[in-house]
């Protein structure tokens, strides 16, 4: 197979990809399908102007004409290893699948506070997704406690709750994201970007098998996790 055979392969496996997470059928411009991708795929987003040069390059190496593609120009070495390249990250993302799922501990509401304490000291996390019958309650987190603590000695009441009462405290500024266990690495770092750029703190992107909060979790990805998910970037 010869290089302008590669780079055209390469081209119209990327274009198909781009056309099913774009969710179109119809036909529309090359151009159009990776901005539109664009705004929801980070590593389309990261290589959008190389696309779009490769796009002007598959019009160079085939001349259309009578309805039929006529190959004039053949493609150097490194331009069809780079577009091979960019097709297997755009078409074969990393799963999250591989990297995140573990056993993921919970508390319930009604579980003491100094019991959930010692459950986060022994398993040394700052973070418990808290279940109950019907699904997500909430995150408990050592920044909710000591903001329930504060509360307490401020109103005089004793050091002495339920995981509840953590989940109550006027400040709730805590945002859990689910995601399925099929998604991708490129899907997870969008939903932690997009959500910066709203201004929205992201606590942890909790994994259960089809992303639904009345799942229990497979998973979980916090902000310590981050430079994990970036260094797997595609």
């Known amino acids: 197979m010869d290089n302008a055979q590669r780079f055209l392969n390469a081209f119209v496996r990327i274009e198909k990809q781009l056309k099913q997470l774009a969710g179109v059928t119809k036909y529309t411009r090359f151009y159009q399908l990776v901005n539109q991708v664009a705004k929801t795929n980070s590593t389309v987003r990261k290589n959008e102007l190389e696309l779009q040069e490769y796009a002007d390059l598959r019009n160079a190496i085939v001349h259309q004409r009578s309805g039929e593609g006529r190959v004039i120009a053949i493609p150097v070495d490194e331009v069809v290893d780079n577009i091979e390249e960019l097709a297997r990250r755009i078409c074969e993302p990393p799963k999250i699948s591989d990297h995140f799922l573990k056993p993921v501990m919970i508390c319930d509401p009604q579980m003491e506070i100094m019991e959930a304490c010692r459950m986060m000291e022994r398993l040394k996390t700052s973070k418990l997704p808290v279940y109950a019958q019907g699904g997500y309650h909430g995150l408990l987190t050592t920044e909710r406690i000591v903001r ?87």
Request: charged letters at 30%; hydrophobic letters at 35%; glycine letters at 4%.
């Open 148 to 234: 329930w603590m504060m509360e307490c000695q401020e109103n005089r009441r004793p050091l002495k709750g339920r995981v509840s009462d953590c989940l109550n405290t006027r400040d709730r500024k805590e945002r859990v994201l689910f995601v399925e266990r099929s998604a991708d690495v490129a899907r997870v770092q969008e939903m932690f970007e997009s959500s910066l750029h709203r201004g929205i703190s992201v606590s942890a992107i909790l994994i259960t098998e089809n992303g639904s909060p009345h799942q229990k979790p497979i998973g979980i990805i916090t902000v310590a996790d981050l430079p994990m998910l970036y260094e797997l970037e595609p």
